[in-house]
Structure formats: C-alpha cells, structure tokens
C-alpha cells in the first residue's frame, strides 16, 4: 500500500513508523507538515492510498483529509483530546495511558477511532515515556488500524463519551501556570512530577540568579538536603536543589529567551549558570557508588558474576567532551576489573547520538570544540576497540546516531531492541565522520552496504539492522524484558566453554588488522576529513548545527525523505 507519512518533524516516532512500515513492504514517502500548499503538493504528487501522521502539530487541510483517508496518532487513550496529553499523563501520575489512531475530521482528535492500544505509565521523563512505551504502543495501534483499513470491513468506532471504554476527556494546553514550582511548598514527589511532565519541552520555567530559566530533566537525591530552592551542590554539570524534603538534580537549564534576543538552547546547569556556583560545592559520586544509590549520575557500574554492566545515560544521548572523558574513565576501570564480559549501555533510552551539538555551539571557538569533542569520542572508541582480554556487548535498550552507531559497533557483539532505530550516518549535519567508522562498519556490512548507509541519510530499523549484520542480536519486550535477556546472555556467555576460544581469536584478529592497516591510520584518514569540516568556511558543518541546536526550521522535505 501507497502510505504518505505527514509528520511535523522526522523524529524518533516518525522514523519508527517508517521503518516498520518499509519493512512490511508498505511503498512509504514522507512530507513534513511545514505548510498546507506543501501537504498538498505531496499527496497531488505521491497519490497515496492513506495519509497517516505519526506526530503532527498543526491540522492537516481539510481538502485533503475530505478526500484522502488520513490517520492521525494521538498520545492518549480513547476520548482524550489536546495538544498536551502526556504532559497531562506525567504530571497527574497516571498508571495506564493510551496511543490511539483515529480519522481526521473537523474538530480536532475526535474523529472515529480506528485503534487504540493501552501502555503503563512508567515513573520517569516525559520524553524517555514518549520514545519507549508511547513508541511501542504507537507502532502497535498504527499496525492494527492499517491491518483493518486494508481489510476494507472494518467500521472505525464513533467518539462516544457514554461508553465505559472511553476514559479521556477534553484537556487544556499544559502552560507554565501548571508547571511552576513553589519550593516552599512542593515536596520532592511533586517537583519531579513537574519537572518530568515538562521534559524535554517546554521546560519548567523558574528563576535562579535572578534571571528566569527553563528547568530540563528531573532526577531524586536520597542524602543532600539543604533550604527549600536552594542551589546546595553540583555534580558533572547538573546543579542539586534542595526541597522542603529531600533533593532533586537537574541536569540542563535553557536561558528564557528575551524578545527580539537570540534564540537560546539547553545546556549543561553548571556551564549557564557560572560563577553563581562559584561557592556551591561539588559532590561526585562514582560510578560503582551510583549503582547503588538513588542519586543522579550519568555513569554507573556493576557487576553480576563474571559481567560487568557499564551504564551511561546522557541528556538526549549528546555526549560533550567532558562526558566523552569521563566515561572513558569509567571504561577504563570497568575493563580492568575481573570480569569476563563488559556489557555497554543505558537501562532505556538512547544509547548514544555521538557529540554534544549545543555545548559545541555555546563554545567561545566551536571548531575548536568540535575538534576536542571527536577526538573524545575516538579515544573511548579505541579503548573499545583494543580490549582484547575480555568480551564486550553493546546492549541497546534505545536508539542511537551517528558516533552513537559507530561506539556501539566497537564492542564484539551488539544486541538491541526490536523497537530500536538506528541512524548510521552524518551527513544531515554535514560531516564526514570518525569513531573508526571506516574500519568497523564495512567489516560488519561490507564496503558497498557501508557506502549506502552512510549516504542514503535513512533510519534503519532493528530488523534491517541485523539482516544487513549491522547488529548481532535483536529480541522484543520492553526495556524491563530487554534487561532482564541482556543480564541472562551476557551471563550465558561468561560461562560458555569457548570463551577462551572466543578471546584469542579476538587477540588475534585485532593484531591481523593491526598488521594490515593501523586504527591509528583509520582515525588519521578520518580526522583530516573532519578536519575540514570544522575549518573550512565553504563547509556546510556550522550552519547545519546552529540551525540544529537554534531549532530553525526546514523551508521543504529534504529529497531524501520523499521516497
């Protein structure tokens, strides 16, 4: 079938939606919603059988949902209608929420339902719900409905608020009124709950230093206390604030903007908020303290047996330099230990999207950032890379880009969730790229395949992924399940009567490549190109980010997009 995904950005959900229908032989091109001409001009040219809108934020013309069947997702159970529905489902605590499917009509979100699929509503972040549960869901919803449009029998169910079945209702947009923290007043339970429903847009607005502030991220502190509001400590960047019981950490700030003022960006608490902090002391935690901790920290580590488990979690997978070091550390320490397996990963969520675009555009030189940032990234990589005395696994509970693709693929074995979606490619951003890509993606998919990937510009799914041998293993379930196989294989494997086997052959294919052409002339190969990118005013590198980060939106559906 002929599907036009209309979508107002291409992001984790649309591209979830594209890969699996592209898989099921579903013929699928996308137009993002940046006008109506162009919605229109894309269905006159694409002629689709169904219209269908993974994520949209503005109404779909009603000269083309009149005449074409459109489905419209919306991130709420059967009834619930708005433009912050799991904004409403984070803050209000909810158990169970929904994604359903319905047709489009005049008024919005009440036209006949064609699916609607219950999830749990994990404690957590608003985005992190919306990439696992809300995704899964999604992608079980638009299947069902598009199964039954194909039957050609099925009759979509009118929006009938009598009936027990239909739990939502009507919902006013989540403005900041909802949103404000009064530190005097709120406990620790309520702030995260605010700080969550508003993650990672819009943010929660506050005021510290005696300017206002968009707070970003939420995470609870089980032994700091201080006065209610208070800056108390900092760790890795995030800012620790007191309550009126307990603690909660926040990672990343963004400046309210100033009318007629620049646009401004999240960033590191610490970094924006400067010499404010010059007398808050910082309170580290190491990552074998952190796994047993109710405390924030984007490294932890342990070990079950003979595995060693190295999780790391970082703001939307961007990893800075600093980050890029420290986990280096941390890996280096974890490599040490006496394990026979080191399994790499976060429980959920991204894996890694590669470098930290917005701290490279804060920076007073960002090429020079840029440049500190990759080579950050290349040193965790080797490291990687050159572990020869023990098994590592790259476990993906979340999607990854980018250097995330290429640190994943360092590791001997990848496995990841069927729900995952990978993008192993950098030239939406105008980069070359490095991360010794150029030595581990073509031995995985072979010079041609390698070429493709890294020009088409296009997701990949987790079921492509490992029939192109991109990955090793894929397995479904939540990311709950996905932890509980990963923990059972990785132990299975420490036990497994050929591991020895299995390192020296690993010993000794690593000195075969050596032999036959040095990493270090990988990264040197690599590194001049990128080299260019960064310096060269001709390159389109800074302008793709700062448009990037600024959130300066496209002007039309890049080519690649239109299938």
């Known amino acids: 079938m002929r599907i036009l995904l209309v979508a107002s950005a291409f992001n984790s959900l649309t591209q979830r939606v594209y890969t699996v229908l592209r898989a099921l032989g579903h013929v699928v091109a996308v137009e993002l919603a940046l006008g109506d001409d162009p919605v229109r001009a894309a269905v006159g040219r ?6 269908l809108a993974p994520m949209l934020t503005r109404a779909i013309p009603e000269d083309v949902w009149s005449r074409y069947p459109v489905f419209i997702v919306h991130p709420g159970p059967m009834g619930d209608r708005g433009p912050s529905s799991l904004d409403w489902a984070t803050h209000e605590n909810a158990e169970v929420w929904g994604v359903t499917v319905l047709q489009a009509v005049a008024e919005m979100d009440a036209g006949p339902i064609w699916a609607s699929v219950p999830f749990p509503v994990r404690p957590g972040a608003k985005s992190e719900l919306y990439r696992n549960e809300v995704a899964d869901a999604a992608v079980s919803a638009v299947l069902l409905a598009v199964e039954r449009f194909q039957s050609g029998s099925f009759e979509p169910e009118p929006l009938d608020y009598s009936r027990p079945d239909v739990s939502g209702r009507l919902r006013p947009y989540h403005t900041q009124e909802y949103r404000r923290i009064d530190w005097a007043v709120d406990d620790t339970a309520t702030v995260l709950r605010k700080l969550r429903a508003g993650d990672s847009q819009p943010g929660v607005l ?3 230093a005696g ?8 995470h609870s502190e089980d032994r700091l206390r ?11 960047g995030a800012i620790c604030r007191a309550t009126i019981d307990g603690a909660v950490w926040i990672p990343q700030l963004r400046p309210r903007r100033t009318p007629g003022g620049p646009a401004t960006f999240k960033l590191p608490a610490v970094d924006v908020l400067g010499d404010f902090l010059a007398d808050v002391p910082e309170v580290p935690v190491s990552p074998e303290e952190a796994g047993q901790r109710q405390t924030w920290a984007e490294i932890r580590y342990r070990e079950d047996g003979a595995v060693g488990f190295l999780e790391f979690a970082f703001p939307g997978g961007a990893m800075s330099t600093q980050q890029c070091r420290r986990l280096l550390t941390a890996y280096r320490d974890a490599a040490a230990r006496r394990t026979a397996v080191l399994v790499l990963g976060p429980a959920r969520d991204f894996f890694s999207n590669g470098i930290h675009l917005n701290v490279i555009e804060a920076a007073a030189d960002p090429a020079d950032e840029s440049w500190q940032n990759i080579n950050a990234m290349d040193d965790l990589v080797e490291a990687v890379l050159t572990t020869t005395d023990k ?7 979340g999607n990854a880009a980018a250097g995330g693709v290429m640190l994943a693929l360092a590791a ?13 490619h950098y030239r939406l951003m105008g980069l070359y790229g490095s991360e010794y890509w150029t030595y581990t993606l073509p031995a995985r998919v072979g010079a041609e395949e390698a070429q493709r990937l890294t020009t088409a510009a296009l997701p990949v799914g987790a079921d492509e992924a490992l029939a192109l041998r991109l990955v090793d293993r894929v397995v479904g379930g939540s990311t709950s399940e996905f932890s509980t196989w990963v923990g059972r294989e990785a132990a299975t494997l420490a036990e497994s009567v050929s591991l ?3 390192l020296l052959a690993k010993k000794m294919r690593r000195a075969r490549d050596e032999a036959a052409k040095p990493l270090a002339a990988y990264r040197e190969e690599e590194l001049a190109r990128m080299w260019a990118n960064f ?7 800074h302008t793709l980010r700062r448009n990037f980060v600024c959130k300066v939106g496209l002007t039309a559906t890049p080519e690649h997009l239109r299938g």
């Not at 300017?211 to 939420?218: I, N, T």
């Not at 201080?226 to 890795?236: E, F, K, L, S, Y």
């Open 46 to 51: 694409f002629r689709p059988e169904l219209v």
């Open 206 to 208: 506050d005021t510290l």
């Open 211 to 218: 300017r206002e502030y968009y707070l970003h991220g939420g």
């Open 226 to 236: 201080g006065t209610p509001g208070q800056v108390i400590a900092t760790r890795d």
């Open 391 to 397: 098994l590592v696994v790259s476990a993906l509970a």
């Open 412 to 424: 001997d074995e990848v496995w990841c969730r069927a729900s995952v979606v990978l993008n192993p």
């Open 500 to 502: 020895e086997t299995r």
């Open 535 to 541: 310096t060269d005013p001709a390159e389109p590198y």
